[in-house]
């Protein structure tokens, strides 16, 4: 999947060959597909993480350590990166500006 997303957008919108209309109508499935797999990859790196800290605790961890410490922040800030990056995709207009002709 982040093959194909990679490929599509550098030649869509880097590859100066396709119109703006044609990018104009990708870009909505490319913010899609493109939040989708960080929310995938990143829910994948959770369930490693949690893996981690249950299999690596030898003393039980409702008794965490630092290392189950370290494991619960580093996946508080994880959930916290994705909420920003999808905030700042939806916060994209789909419409140019009032005045402004679209590039």
Sequence with gaps: LFGLQW????????????SPE?????????QY??????CLAVAAAL???LEKALWSNK???????????????????LVL?????????SKFSKESPAGHRAV
């Design 47 to 49: 369930m490693g993480h």
């Design 7 to 18: 490929a599509l957008g550098f030649s869509a919108f880097l590859f100066p060959k396709f």
């Design 33 to 38: 597909f493109g939040s989708s797999i960080l």
């Design 22 to 30: 044609i990018r104009s109508i990708l870009m909505p499935f490319h």
């Design 81 to 89: 990166f994705v909420m920003g990056v999808t905030f700042l995709l």
């Design 59 to 77: 003393v039980g961890y409702p008794q965490k350590n630092s290392e189950a410490m370290v494991v619960n922040f580093i996946g508080v800030f």
